[in-house]
């Protein structure tokens, strides 16, 4: 505690680059090993609040000063093993003015009222992309008025906590995948639930992943659809909901993309309410801010970690982790679309310092994401991205 209050005075008083270089760097080294006790934790989330306002008016050369920092990056072996989310008490969320704020996972009202009518399913298709047709689990007439095609691929896309159907991980990638492909695209919206606090909402994914799986039988029942012409991808809390609708489907689904699984309140050591390898026949996971709010190990058939998987270059000073976060959906729909062609390409390794070492030079290479997805990449796979769009170095 008195490293932290020490670490603030200094930023308080100097408001300098090498002051702001050792709060991130005891962050990197506290926060994200979760070396810290839940008392200090929730203290040092008040001293964040002290220094909202000087976060708010850095100045752009402080921020790209920070883009140029050298970090510790996800690359320890040991740390893939660390079980660290049963664990987690609280984290840090950002606001839309910029301040920081605790989301407590301990002392805090459970809201378990929910059931298969919180959910909403907006189906998209390359003629109507703009005109969406609603559709609700108990009634799928809209969509036999539509131009719904059951010998299409159908393609499933969930948002995370606090999302809804219209939050960017659901237009950027639905934009993607229809400038591209003639397929179904349907939208999950579980925001009634997904609104909730976070431990209400972790604890609804088992369910709400199963009612996704009724609502993927119903269209099998009643318009013929095969499961294994159906593809899911999540985001967040979203990525252990396709989990458990591949689950409730007997893992027959063709693929599940994970973007940056939740890692709060899940256990490695648990995969009944969460992704897992056995959920799709192919299971890829996109790691960015791994071992913070999303998983650091790997949990699918195939797990890439860009830039090491936990910061990513361009973000700044990104405290609470939102955009290394939101970067797993964003280099998604990019490998999606390319909009110049190039693409994600990784190289199997034990460890990203290996990678970055050149230890891995002769191993084979995959590529991130893609609608089809490289199914013949297998383990870790390490790869570096640009820090701003097009991200895909190729």
């Known amino acids: 505690m008195k490293l932290v209050i020490v670490l603030v005075a200094a930023f308080a008083v100097s408001q300098c680059h090498a002051t702001l270089s050792r709060l991130k760097t005891y962050r990197n080294k506290i926060l994200f090993k979760k070396r810290i006790k839940a008392d200090v934790l929730e203290n040092l989330s008040d001293v964040y609040g002290m220094v909202n306002s000087l976060i708010r008016n850095a100045s752009q050369e402080s921020v790209?000063?920070?883009?140029?920092?050298?970090?510790?990056?996800?690359?320890?072996?040991?740390?893939?093993?660390?079980?660290?989310?049963?664990?987690?008490?609280?984290?840090?969320?950002?606001?839309?003015?910029?301040?920081?704020?605790?989301?407590?996972?301990?002392?805090?009202?459970?809201?378990?009222?929910?059931?298969?009518?919180?959910?909403?399913?907006?189906?998209?298709?390359?003629?109507?992309?703009?005109?969406?047709?609603?559709?609700?689990?108990?009634?799928?007439?809209?969509?036999?008025?539509?131009?719904?095609?059951?010998?299409?691929?159908?393609f499933f896309i969930i948002h995370g906590w606090h999302g809804s159907y219209s939050s960017e991980v659901n237009t950027l990638i639905k934009k993607a995948v229809l400038s591209q492909y003639d397929v179904n695209v349907i939208?999950?919206?579980?925001?009634?639930?997904?609104?909730?606090?976070?431990?209400?909402?972790?604890?609804?994914?088992?369910?709400?992943?199963?009612?996704?799986?009724?609502?993927?039988?119903?269209?099998?029942?009643?318009?013929?659809?095969e499961v294994t012409k159906v593809a899911i991808t999540g985001h967040s809390l979203g990525s252990h909901i396709a989990g458990n609708a591949g689950a409730a489907l007997q893992g027959q689904v063709d693929r599940i993309i994970g973007l940056d699984p939740s890692l709060p309140l899940f256990s490695l050591n648990t995969i009944d309410d969460r992704l897992d390898p056995s959920d799709a026949q192919m299971v890829q996971v996109i790691h960015t801010c791994s071992g913070w709010l999303g998983f650091q190990a790997p949990i699918g058939h195939t797990d890439y970690y860009p830039n090491g998987g936990t910061f990513q270059p361009g973000c700044g000073w990104d405290v609470a982790g939102f955009c290394a976060h939101s970067r797993s959906y964003i280099y998604f729909a990019e490998s999606v679309a390319p909009p110049e062609g190039a693409l994600f390409v990784a190289r199997e390794c034990s460890t990203y310092n290996a990678y970055e070492n050149g230890k891995c030079n002769k191993n084979l290479r995959s590529v991130m994401g893609g609608y089809q997805l490289d199914k013949g990449a297998r383990g870790l796979q390490f790869l570096n991205t640009n820090k701003e769009p097009p991200f895909a170095q190729g």
């Open 64 to 154: 790209n000063h920070l883009d140029k920092l050298v970090v510790k990056k996800a690359s320890d072996k040991y740390l893939f093993t660390m079980d660290v989310g049963p664990n987690m008490t609280h984290f840090l969320v950002e606001q839309g003015d910029g301040t920081y704020v605790t989301e407590n996972l301990i002392n805090v009202e459970f809201d378990a009222a929910y059931s298969p009518s919180d959910l909403t399913y907006y189906y998209y298709s390359p003629k109507n992309e703009t005109n969406v047709v609603q559709v609700k689990s108990h009634n799928l007439n809209p969509l036999k008025n539509s131009d719904f095609d059951a010998s299409r691929e159908t």
């Open 187 to 225: 939208v999950v919206d579980w925001s009634a639930i997904a609104s909730k606090n976070y431990l209400s909402a972790r604890w609804a994914v088992s369910d709400v992943g199963k009612y996704v799986a009724d609502f993927i039988t119903a269209l099998v029942e009643s318009f013929g659809v």
